[in-house]
């Protein structure tokens, strides 16, 4: 099976910086529309940023200017800086092998005040 493992989740206080990675069973090339989303409690799924071949990249709007998506020959990232309250939930990495849509497992992001 063709899987994604997000990695670097955790507690931080608002204002403060993670990095998110996400790791493919398969080679990261192989894998197309590469992007994190996230989840809040109580919250739809939403998109946050995806990630081109040559690491051009798009962000939501509540995101945009703090967060950084790149990618590199093993994996892709989700830098997140300035984190605000509103930023906290379960981050996803997914992108299209082929015809299928893969997921990563998730990985929790807490922001505190």
């Known amino acids: 099976q063709v899987r994604l493992v997000e990695s670097g989740g955790g507690l931080v206080q608002a204002g403060g910086s993670l990095r998110l990675s996400c790791a493919a069973s398969?080679?990261?090339?192989?894998?197309?529309?590469l992007a994190w989303y996230r989840q809040a409690p109580g919250k739809e799924r939403e998109w946050v940023a995806g990630?081109?071949?040559?690491?051009s990249a798009d962000y939501a709007d509540s995101v945009k200017g703090r967060f950084a998506i790149s990618r590199d020959n093993a994996r892709v990232y989700l830098q997140m800086n300035s984190l605000k309250l509103e930023d906290k939930g379960v981050y996803y990495c997914?992108?299209?092998?082929?015809?299928?849509?893969?997921w990563g497992q998730g990985t929790q992001v807490t922001v505190s005040s």
């Open positions: 997914t992108g299209k092998y082929g015809t299928i849509t893969i």
């Open positions: 398969r080679n990261i090339h192989s894998i197309n529309n």
């Open positions: 990630v081109g071949l040559r690491n």
